[in-house]
């Protein structure tokens, strides 16, 4: 394909199927950015929202209340009987997915912006490397997918919000329930997450010409001392 014909469309798919090409070609079209990052944000608060709307609330109220430790002081289900209602979760979720997904970004962002400064110096500007973790990042949009998919095949709308994430390495290997040491660490790592790395490592090494393993490492590095001491804290 001629590097002039090349679209955003393009780009899109070639991230998933194709993405060395996705990940070159990107580098310099910094504007497009905006279509990963508003269809990776689109995407979540348009299943939070609809599961909002689509969950049997109260049976949700009374299951948040369930897993609340045993020693909790009795106005602690009140206290989340009063701060639960539909209207406040669908606002919360989606300042949330808008303030986390950016944060996440802008970090990223600054991370791989002084990792390359220090191990390669290619000149490379942050707003790039901001669009970088946009590109690199837009696979997750199967998690959402994901989520849609155990919604419209449920047998009821009684329905967890951990039972949404089944990409998750909890759902797939540990197994933990809602309280227990593993359950939230588990549901915060997804095979997704993995796919993303790659991306990650695939794309620093185009971008600045450092080895392989290099750019494996300078990639990874932050997930694994997060997860690793979140690990050891269990």
Not at 40 to 47: D, E, F, N, Q, Y
Not at 60 to 70: A, G, K, Q, Y
Not at 80 to 91: A, E, G, K, L, N
Not at 146 to 151: K, L
Request: glycine residues 6%.
């Amino acid at each position: 394909m001629n590097t002039q014909n090349y679209t955003v469309i393009n780009a899109l798919t070639d991230i998933i199927a194709a993405p060395v090409r996705a990940l070159t070609e990107v580098k310099e079209r910094t504007s497009w950015l905006w279509w990963p990052l508003l269809i990776s944000i689109a995407l979540p608060i348009v299943g939070n929202l609809y599961y909002v709307n689509w969950v049997d609330f109260e049976w949700l109220v009374n299951e948040t209340i369930r897993t609340l430790p045993p020693d909790s002081p009795p106005e602690s289900a009140q206290a989340v009987r009063d701060f639960m209602s539909p209207q406040q979760s669908m606002i919360f979720g989606v300042i949330g997915i808008v303030v986390i997904v950016f944060l996440v970004y802008v970090i990223q962002a600054a991370y791989l912006h002084l990792a390359n400064k220090v191990s390669t110096g290619a000149e490379i500007r942050f707003g790039q490397w901001f669009a970088f973790s946009a590109w690199t990042a837009f696979p997750g949009i199967f998690n959402a997918i994901a989520m849609f998919v155990v919604i419209f095949t449920a047998a009821s709308n009684q329905l967890g919000q951990d039972s949404l994430i089944p990409l998750s390495i909890n759902s797939l290997i540990i197994g933990a329930e809602p309280g227990e040491p593993w359950f939230t660490w588990g549901n915060s790592l997804t095979v997704v997450n993995f796919w993303m790395l790659g991306l990650m490592s695939i794309g620093y090494r185009i971008w600045t010409g450092a080895s392989m393993v290099a750019s494996t490492i300078i990639a990874c590095l932050p997930w694994a001392l997060i997860f690793g001491i979140w690990a050891a804290l269990i």
